[in-house]
């Protein structure tokens, strides 16, 4: 492992753009292995956690966020060349996130209906994934990202092997854990067999429809999938909602909100 | 009443009866040897197994209603413990979980170490007949070849089966199809029957009669043994006649072509739930867990579907890219190359795999439409066919002999037996002369008193027909074979579509498409010949131009500069249609290549398969099934056909060497 300074741990940043700060978060949660992760890693800018600032180059940058301000775009080709290694972690960095809903929308009536001063506000008229605009390394999916998924991440580096992260339907986590099926026992809307697993159904486990947070999986079958709900009964609009939610903007789901929205009108 | 001959050997065996209220006692019986006991238990809104404690945890008064895609629990109106089918759980997750942490690995020591199957011993409550014909399934997967799954060997022998016979099915159970049930044959340890008010107990080893031996029974009286035979009974009933599955192995692999299989993929979102639900999917994917230090690793088995998207990719690339490959796997795995792979077929008839589909995939549906059974073409008799034994013959006078082409010529015979006249265009006769074999002709018009036979001179019998003068006598046999179903185009779009001397045996159709043209939506004829001096009936051609009752469209392969028409294969004709493809009928003839290219055509542009109609040609000596020349896979072109709907062939239409 290339690594910089005095210590043999490779260099890390964790940056953000327009997000929650919940994925960085995550990272913050990890708190058993907190310890382990600093003695290995060397976090030198992590504004989530710490004031100390420290320039590039990294071996690592992890991205939160999307980029949504005009600023947004030269920062982060800055940050591309400033890292060895870009991993964007979680909804808004790998798909756009919620705030990608604007792209279907009026930009400016939004921003003029909102804010006292539209005038003042700088945003772009979308919101887009980082690997929009450069070259991605690796993905973290899911709103916010799973512990697991991240340390799994980390420990590859460590092993120096690909991170053993599986795209899979998130239904193969329900019947693996033995959950069953809230689409056919339960009548519920889930987005299941479209979404990349990796939140090990979380939201099933809870009895509630998977929200698609991870996004869409390899081949994910979205024309099928958005057909059966409306044929099932579910309104246009509630379908256009579940395929929107965290990840619409990502190919296919964004192709379904797109004919869905042509019907509406 | 006893009808089923494993039941009375069963009812010849020794039974007790155990009441309802006395279930918990088998429950104690069981777990006072020590083993833990999985059964049915509500949870979630299904019945799951899992582990129980007491006969509390049993389903006692509910029922499952499922359907393709749907499954819903309701309150039964009595209190059977048993009184549902199968759920979302099979035994599998038992014998072989889920998860399974199958290597570690020491990187100091360079070491590997498989975990020892830790297995403690456990009872499976509610085993069905299907079930046990899984389990059966896993043994001959895991323990019937070369190298064997020493911890599902510890499973499986750690397991104290408690079977319990059926008393309802599912509208997607079907396992009297799969001949596992519905009836538990052997492989218990114990079998329940539920009736009124208790159970019928037979035990089926040593250990099974230890336990029963500790429960409060007595003998059950004759109404009792009577009943839990009749309940069982009800249930082949319940699921009426079996689906047709005899030679299903073989069927699938003469469909590895049919289009239904990319139909079926736009449906599937390859969530993977019919394997992961199916009790003898048993795919697996191994994912390695290391240690942040790296110091050691644990090597996990996980349950995979050959649905997943990487599951048959190597560096290069991937050998199953296509959803339809993918489905296309893993069903003719289940009903096909799982005879060849472990002698038996892979689906027990759970139907799991059609409930918890979430886009509702029937496998039934899709076997019987990719894979019908080869039964006889039902075809009705145009007209009683006259001379129809191959010895012999129906004399007819030749009225006229017209030259067609170089070596193409058309016969008028009259003075015929009246059914040549009553035959159907498509229909063929066969004709032969004294000292020359007969030959199947296809009947090209039919007139007033006479049918024109149109010959191509490329054999001695044919070499001799088209040399005979007006006045000769021929010998006939038939009308024979199908005929085109002219009735089905009605309020369609007709499309003949004709290469070469092909134009033959559809002449009769386009005469009669002709002569009812406000019958159908449009009418049109598209015509390749390879230069214009091939093509036949030129007047009848033109004839049906001026008519303005059908579009006659020409091509031809090659041309001299005389030549003002155009030019080009038949299927370049397609794109001259504007028309909604899914409303037409197409009547399809030519030469092989020709005709498939013409079918890959018309459905590429969206006209169903079940609505293009072909005429087979293939050598024949007897013209009725009986000399065996003709056959092409599980059909006979002389009497199934020659006319074929394109579904009925399937594959075989485009096969080589068939």
Redesign the interface.
């Known amino acids: 492992m290339a690594t910089s300074g005095r210590t043999a741990r490779p260099r890390v940043a964790v940056a953000k753009f327009a997000s929650c700060d919940g994925c960085q978060l995550t990272i913050l949660d990890l708190e058993d292995?907190l310890l382990?992760?600093v003695s290995?890693f060397d976090i030198v800018e992590f504004p989530e956690a710490t004031s100390r600032r420290s320039p590039g180059p990294y071996d690592i940058v992890f991205v939160e966020g999307s980029i949504s301000a005009p600023e947004h775009i030269d920062q982060i080709k800055e940050l591309r060349k400033q890292a060895r290694v870009l991993v964007t972690i979680g909804a808004c960095a790998t798909a756009g996130g919620i705030q990608a809903l604007r792209n279907w929308a009026d930009h400016d009536a939004y921003r003029a209906a909102i804010y006292a001063h539209p005038e003042w506000i700088e945003s772009l008229a979308t919101a887009t994934p980082v690997s929009e605009h450069v070259k991605v390394d690796a993905e973290l999916r899911g709103c916010p990202i799973d512990p697991g998924q991240l340390?799994?991440l980390?420990?590859?580096v460590?092993?120096g092997?690909r991170p053993?992260i599986?795209?899979?339907?998130v239904?193969?986590e329900c019947?693996?854990?033995?959950?069953?099926?809230l689409?056919?026992?339960?009548?519920q809307a889930?987005m299941?067999?479209?979404t990349t697993s990796g939140c090990n159904a979380l939201c099933p486990t809870y009895?509630r429809g998977c929200f698609g947070c991870f996004g869409p999986?390899?081949?994910?079958?979205a024309?099928?999938?958005s057909a059966?709900l409306l044929k099932s009964g579910r309104p246009p609009e509630e379908v256009w909602g579940l395929f929107a939610g965290f990840t619409g903007y990502a190919e296919p789901f964004r192709s379904v909100i797109t004919e869905l929205g042509k019907s509406k009108g | 009443m006893i009808t089923s001959p494993a039941l009375s050997q069963a009812a010849a065996a020794r039974q007790w009866f155990l009441a309802r209220e006395d279930l918990g006692a088998l429950v104690e019986a069981i777990r006072g040897t020590g083993r833990r006991v999985i059964g049915p238990t509500v949870?979630?809104?299904?019945i799951?197994y899992?582990e129980i404690q007491t006969a509390a945890d049993l389903p006692a008064g509910w029922r499952d209603v499922q359907s393709a895609?749907?499954?819903?629990?309701e309150r039964a109106s009595d209190e059977r413990a048993f009184g549902y089918t199968v759920g979302?759980?099979s035994w599998k997750?038992f014998t072989f979980p889920?998860?399974l942490p199958i290597a570690k690995a020491h990187k100091a020591t360079f070491g590997f170490e498989q975990p020892a199957p830790s297995v403690p011993p456990v009872a499976f409550l509610g085993v069905r007949a299907c079930e046990i014909a899984a389990l059966a399934i896993q043994d001959r997967v895991f323990l019937g070849g070369q190298f064997t799954d020493d911890d599902f060997r510890a499973r499986r022998s750690a397991a104290f089966i408690v079977a319990v016979q059926c008393t309802t099915s599912s509208s997607t159970c079907f396992c009297t199809s799969m001949a596992t049930g519905p009836e538990v044959r052997g492989g218990y340890d114990i079998l329940l029957t539920e009736i009124d008010g208790g159970f019928v107990v037979q035990a089926g080893s040593p250990g099974g009669a230890a336990i029963v031996a500790k429960l409060p029974t007595r003998r059950p009286s004759h109404a009792e043994a009577g009943a839990a035979v009749d309940n069982v009974e009800s249930v082949r009933t319940q699921m009426g006649e079996p689906l047709p599955m005899a030679g299903i192995g073989d069927r699938l692999k003469l469909q590895l072509d049919n289009l239904r299989w990319a139909q079926v993929a736009?449906?599937?979102?390859?969530?993977?739930?019919c394997t992961?639900?199916c009790p003898t999917c048993f795919c697996t994917s191994v994912?390695?867990?290391?240690?942040?230090?790296?110091k050691s690793s644990t090597t996990e088995r996980?349950?995979?579907?050959c649905f997943?998207?990487?599951f048959a990719k190597v560096a290069g690339g991937d050998f199953r890219a296509r959803?339809r490959d993918r489905y296309r796997q893993w069903l003719t795995h289940k009903f096909s190359t799982w005879w060849d792979q472990f002698g038996s077929s892979g689906c027990v008839g759970c139907g799991r795999c059609i409930?918890?589909?979430?886009?509702?995939i029937d496998v039934r549906e899709e076997l019987a439409a990719i894979a019908p059974p080869i039964a006889p073409v039902e075809h009705p008799m145009a007209v009683e066919p006259v001379a129809a034994s191959p010895g012999t013959y129906s004399i007819a006078r030749l009225a006229s002999v017209r030259p067609e082409t170089e070596d193409t010529t058309t016969l008028s015979l009259t003075d015929l037996d009246p059914a040549f006249l009553e035959g159907r265009p498509g229909q063929f006769v066969m004709i032969a002369l004294p000292a020359f074999p007969a030959v199947p002709i296809s009947i090209s018009r039919f007139r007033a008193n006479a049918i024109d036979l149109t010959i191509r001179a490329v054999g001695q019998t044919s070499t001799a027909l088209v040399n005979l003068h007006p006045g000769a006598k021929v010998g006939l046999r038939g009308p024979l074979g199908t005929f085109w179903p002219i009735q089905e185009a009605y309020g369609r779009h007709a499309v003949v579509v004709a290469g070469g001397v092909g134009l033959s045996p559809l002449h009769g159709l386009v005469d009669a498409l002709v002569a009812n043209h406000d019958r159908f939506e449009s009418v049109s004829l598209f015509y390749g010949s390879r230069t214009p001096e091939d093509q036949l009936f030129r007047d009848d051609l033109a004839a049906w131009t001026a008519s303005k009752a059908i579009d006659v469209v020409v091509t031809v392969d090659r041309a001299g500069p005389e030549w003002k028409g155009r030019v080009g294969v038949v299927t370049n004709l397609f794109d001259m249609i504007s028309w909604d493809c899914t409303k037409v009928t197409a009547f399809v003839v030519g030469p092989e290549r020709m005709m498939q290219a013409s079918v890959q055509g018309l459905i590429s542009k969206g006209v169903p398969t079940d609505r293009i109609h072909v005429s087979m040609e293939r050598h024949m000596e007897c013209g009725i099934g009986l000399c065996g020349h003709c056959q092409m896979a599980g059909r006979f072109v002389c009497e199934d056909g020659p006319v074929f709907r394109l579904n009925d062939l399937g594959d075989m239409f485009n096969r080589e060497g068939i």
């Open positions: 292995q382990e992760i290995r340390l799994e980390l420990t590859a460590l092993v092997r053993q599986r795209d899979e339907a239904c193969r019947k693996r854990k033995g959950i069953v099926c689409v056919v026992a339960g009548g889930c299941g067999p479209v009895d999986r390899a081949g994910a079958n024309k099928s999938w059966e | 949870r979630e809104g299904a799951v899992d895609g749907s499954y819903r629990l979302p759980t997750r889920p998860n736009e449906r599937c979102v390859e969530c993977g739930n992961m639900s994912i390695e867990q290391s240690d942040m230090d790296g996980q349950w995979d579907s997943d998207v990487a959803p409930t918890w589909c979430p886009v509702r």
